[in-house]
């Protein structure tokens, strides 16, 4: 598969999600959550990749990583982005659309809904069908940017995604490949 930024974007906005640190159990007394993410080509019964990962192992990895060196990384690279105060004005705003723009090959939709934050972007090369969805959870993008600690709780944070789930979080196809991030349970 050929690399390309707007697929590498797309996978990007799945990060928070995989990102949110603490110390909880994702999978107690519920059913296992899984993340699943799959890369196949259409009319090849075989898929190229597939990964199946409990998030309770997820858990383990997020848990490895210093959370707040991480976020001061990040806000030092950005230091004009107060992405906290961005979200709080997104969920006050009143219109659900926050941008669309139309070229002769490319359609790109940024909206919300009333359970989520999506993005959809469609090719005119490639028909009617989105190239590239996102859709996150509103819900849980207010858990990750409106912590006042940043010391989220994993447990929280699955607590949050288990009453939309199943939920295809990305979903990219372009040319001949397909790439499709969800969670589900067992």
Not at 125 to 131: A, K, N, Q, T, Y
Request: proline share 6%; aromatic share 6%; net charge negative.
């Amino acid at each position: 598969m050929k690399r390309r930024p707007g697929l590498l974007a797309a996978l990007s906005l799945a990060l928070p999600l995989l990102a949110a640190p603490g110390p909880a159990r994702a999978a107690s007394s519920d059913d296992i959550i899984w993340m699943r993410v799959e890369v196949s080509r259409p009319g090849d019964d075989r898929a190229h990749v597939k990964v199946n990962l409990p998030l309770s192992l997820i858990e383990v990895v997020v848990d490895s990583i210093d959370k707040k060196e991480f976020l001061a990384e990040f806000e030092s690279d950005h230091p004009s982005v107060d992405i906290a105060k961005m979200w709080r004005e997104v969920r006050k705003m009143e219109t659900d659309e926050f941008l669309t723009v139309e070229t002769e090959k490319e359609h790109v939709r940024v909206w919300k809904d009333r359970d989520f934050f999506r993005l959809s972007i469609k090719a005119e090369e490639e028909g009617d069908e989105p190239v590239v969805q996102v859709k996150l959870p509103l819900d849980v993008m207010d858990y990750l940017f409106e912590s006042k600690t940043r010391n989220w709780s994993f447990q929280d944070l699955v607590a949050r995604l288990r009453p939309h789930l199943p939920v295809t979080l990305v979903e990219v196809n372009k040319d001949d490949d397909h790439v499709k991030i969800w969670l589900e349970t067992e």
